[in-house]
């Protein structure tokens, strides 16, 4: 339909530039320049270094989304960019570069939130979201439970990491295990070759104890020590590491807590929609247990292809898209970038 | 030729719109704030301002002059970010000016460029900007043009440069901000890049119908990042 509403996004929240555009639930566009190899010796993203990329990358990124997506900027019906949480000054960049396309093209602009982005970018893969849905939201930079009854407006946070994000722990462990950086991708290879119960690490906050006051929260950096600890006493030992299976029994803890607080999230909410999004959605064995799990209670699990479960324009495209087709009022032109935007604000 | 004119490398976010024509360069509209920490939400709304001012829609802009610093990262980035977007969607040009040469124009300008060396060095001016951590980004100018190539120095290491080059005062807030180290007489004005300035600098290039510039940022830093040393052990 083309009197759907024709929507760009830009997302420079961390270390991807990102450009999207989408018609309603249609995906036209969705170009990225990441700088991930020049943080890559680092060890994790440096704040200054992708601000620099993002400077840089931006303007021939839009190009590039509007050229795949055939259109110009005077076509455009708004402008959705990415207003936090994020790299203060990586935000920075995206929000001004908005405003610039926004002033220049003479076009409303919405300041949104990057969390609500990852569950409105299912919409381009399964059509429009029945709410109430349960999301969780796992990547490098978050780890969130959440109750979304109106994505339009607000999402309820049910729970967070108390100390790690998912993402972070994958990358401390890959870098255990001399895997590169981001450590998501090779230790979900590595462990398909690995035991998932070769070794029992700790699922934290599963306790009864820590159920009580910590239900729907995570933590990871009691497992991230204990496969420090493991791993120290192989390598003390003389021992040869058994890599693939430290990585499968590893990314077994993190889904099993991960899928059975998301799922008794649903099941305490009386929910039949969960989906999933963020970089650590893009794991194989989280969709599998996630599926699998969901089954028994007969919960629909939804989870984007994988390019769209990482960072990108496209799912700032599609909150701008569902924001502008709810009538949302778009933001000020003194719109602030905000690196600790609260998940309850989803545009500002 | 009707030319926007943004530059955020200081605690001051400056846009203007000047009008360029063959022998001159005159301010149609001008908007100063100044804070540090907000040029991300000051700078958007003043082009639109001084815009709506001058009377004139975006597409009656000829081209964009942006300040390429040196100024402090997050700040600086705003000001070019901003150019570049706009001048990608109007299809103008983009020229960057270094944002120090606009100080050294405008407190330099006027002084007898052809004057006996005794006088040239007397009108010599250390230009000055806050680089945060105690540093200055500096240069010295004489007659509108650069003495020195822009740098970034604690201002003790200035003042002895600045005496070096035979500088007989300074401007800019960095200059205000160690007026005591540097030992020179600090001049009130101008204390920012001032937009006629970065306009003028520009000027040929807008009437010669130049090609568009790439904004990159006069860094003068390298970003803080260190890469990892060797894990500490979690066993004992
Ligand atoms: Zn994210």
């Known amino acids: ?348 | 030729m009707l030319v926007l004119v943004v530059d955020s490398s200081t605690p001051a976010v400056t846009a203007a719109v000047a009008e360029v024509t063959a022998d001159a360069v005159a301010l149609r509209a001008e908007r100063r704030s100044v804070d540090a920490r907000a040029h991300g939400e000051l700078l958007a709304p003043a082009v639109r301002e001084v815009l709506a001012e001058a009377g004139a829609g975006p597409g009656e802009l000829t081209a964009i002059v942006a300040g390429l610093g040196p100024g402090p990262f997050t700040g600086l980035r705003v000001g070019l970010v901003t150019a570049a977007s706009m001048g990608q969607v109007l299809g103008v040009p983009t020229y960057g000016v270094c944002s120090l040469d606009a100080l050294g124009l405008a407190a330099t300008r006027g002084l007898d460029a052809s004057a006996a060396p005794d006088g040239e060095a007397a009108g010599r001016v250390l230009v000055a900007t806050d680089a945060r951590r105690r540093e200055i980004y500096w240069g010295v100018y004489a007659a509108g043009r650069r003495v020195t190539e822009p740098a970034v120095d604690a201002p003790a290491a200035v003042a002895a440069r600045a005496a070096e080059f035979a500088a007989g005062a300074a401007v800019g807030e960095g200059a205000q901000r160690y007026a005591d180290v540097l030992a020179l007489p600090v001049r009130p004005e101008p204390c920012f890049p001032p937009a006629d300035a970065l306009a003028a600098l520009a000027a040929d290039r807008v009437r010669a119908g130049a090609p568009s510039e790439p904004l990159t940022p006069l860094y003068l830093r390298r970003p803080d990042a260190v890469a990892p040393t060797a894990r500490k052990p979690v066993l004992p």
């Open chain 1, 1 to 348: 339909m083309t009197d759907e509403p024709l929507v760009l996004g830009i997302e420079t929240s961390c270390d991807e530039t990102g450009i999207g555009i989408v018609r309603g639930h249609t995906l036209l566009a969705d170009a990225i320049a990441s700088s991930v190899d020049e943080h890559a010796r680092f060890g994790g993203v440096v704040p200054e270094v992708a601000s620099r990329a993002h400077l840089e990358a931006i303007v021939p990124t839009m190009q590039r989304a509007l050229d795949d997506a055939g259109v110009s900027l005077a076509d455009i019906d708004a402008i959705a960019v990415t207003a936090g949480p994020g790299l203060a000054g990586a935000l920075l960049v995206g929000v001004a570069a908005a405003k610039g396309y926004a002033l220049a093209a003479e076009k409303p602009i919405y300041g949104v939130n990057h969390l609500a982005a990852h569950v409105a970018v299912d919409t381009l893969e399964h059509g429009a979201l029945p709410e109430p849905a349960i999301a969780l939201l796992v990547s490098g930079g978050h780890s969130s439970l959440l109750l979304v009854d109106d994505l339009a407006h607000g999402v309820t946070p049910l729970g967070a990491t108390i100390d790690d994000a998912a993402g972070e722990a994958f990358d401390k462990v890959a870098r255990l295990l001399g895997l590169p950086f981001p450590g998501g991708p090779p230790i979900d290879r590595a462990a398909r070759e690995g035991d998932p119960e070769a070794i029992a690490f700790p699922r934290g906050l599963t306790a009864p104890k820590d159920l009580a006051a910590h239900r729907f929260d995570f933590s990871f950096s009691g497992l991230k020590t204990a496969v420090a600890r493991w791993v120290e006493a192989r390598q003390r030992a003389g021992e040869a590491l058994p890599v693939a299976d430290v990585a499968a029994s590893f990314q077994e803890a993190v889904c099993d807590v991960l899928t059975a607080k998301a799922i008794d999230a649903c099941r305490a909410q009386g929910i039949g929609t969960l989906v999933i999004g963020g970089g650590v959605a893009a794991n194989s064995r989280l969709r599998a247990l996630a599926e699998q799990r969901a089954e028994k209670y007969g919960i629909q699990v939804r989870v984007p292809r994988p390019k769209l479960c990482t960072d990108n324009g496209a799912m700032v495209a599609a909150l701008g898209s569902h924001l502008v087709a709810a009538g949302v009022a778009p933001s000020r032109l003194d719109l602030p970038a905000d690196s600790a935007m609260p998940l309850t604000i989803v545009s500002v």
